[in-house]
T-cell receptor
Framework: DAGITQSPRHKVTETGTPVTLRCHQT?????MYWYRQDPGHGLRLIHY???????DKGEVSDGYSVSRSKTEDFLLTLESATSSQTSVYFC????????????FGDGTRLSIL | QQQVKQSPQSLIVQKGGISIINCAYE??????FPWYQQFPGKGPALLIA?????SEKKEGRFTISFNKSAKQFSLHIMDSQPGDSATYFC???????????FGKGTRLSVIA
């Protein structure tokens, strides 16, 4: 398995609280991605990073922010969580180069009550 | 606008049968088409991938068929086994290190 660790693996929190999810990689890959997975919607890109301090928005970025201060860590923050952000969040990484596959972590299950 | 359309949503196949999942895409600039397999509680894992200059790619029991003119590609699982029961996602991407665009997934159940 690709060296990707997501933390926490499960979290339950209340509406309006801030939440930060962490993705840590040991592969030294340049590219990192955050997706959310919801029934009937598949995997949708939230934000991605193409290097330290270089990030860009994905399809469903509203309500989310990201930061990448080190190659190995990519943080996803929900500034004020809402029930619509209840989901399973996946981090993925890929190396530089054409048609390089993305490797996924095992996800964080987030419930917002 | 859904860039990659996947069907069916769910599929039940008898053990030993052939499982077929289809995807259609809109943008002819896509140049890499992977399939991912996901088991419950796990992240998606790359299964097999194809580029549009190839019409078919086979790896073991898994085959991708690609029809560039129809903008369609499909995954065939031969001799389907209960261990193949999982959710399958097709995806597409532009050239370079661009993010993947995923289909909505197909839940496959292989029954004995």
């Amino acid at each position: 398995d690709a060296g990707i660790t997501q933390s926490p693996r499960h979290k339950v929190t209340e509406t309006g609280t801030p939440v930060t999810l962490r993705c840590h990689q040991t592969e030294n890959h340049r590219y990192m991605y955050w997706y959310r997975q919801d029934p009937g919607h598949g995997l949708r890109l939230i934000h991605y990073s193409y290097g330290v301090k270089d990030t860009d928005k994905g399809e469903v970025s509203d309500g989310y922010s990201v930061s990448r201060s080190k190659t190995e860590d990519f943080l996803l923050t929900l500034e004020s969580a809402t029930s619509s952000q209840t989901s399973v969040y996946f981090c993925a990484i890929s190396p530089t180069g054409p048609n390089q596959p993305q490797h996924f972590g095992d996800g964080t299950r987030l419930s917002i009550l | 606008q859904q860039q990659v359309k996947q069907s069916p949503q769910s599929l039940i196949v008898q053990k030993g049968g052939i499982s077929i999942i289809n995807c259609a895409y809109e943008n002819t600039a896509f140049d890499y088409f992977p399939w991912y397999q996901q088991f419950p509680g796990k992240g998606p894992a790359l299964l097999i991938a194809i580029r549009p200059d190839v019409s078919e790619k086979k790896e073991g029991r898994f085959t991708i068929s690609f029809n560039k003119s129809a903008k369609q590609f499909s995954l065939h699982i031969m001799d389907s086994q209960p261990g193949d029961s999982a959710t399958y996602f097709c995806a597409a991407k532009y050239s370079g290190n661009t993010p993947l665009v995923f289909g909505k997934g197909t839940r496959l159940s292989v029954i004995a």
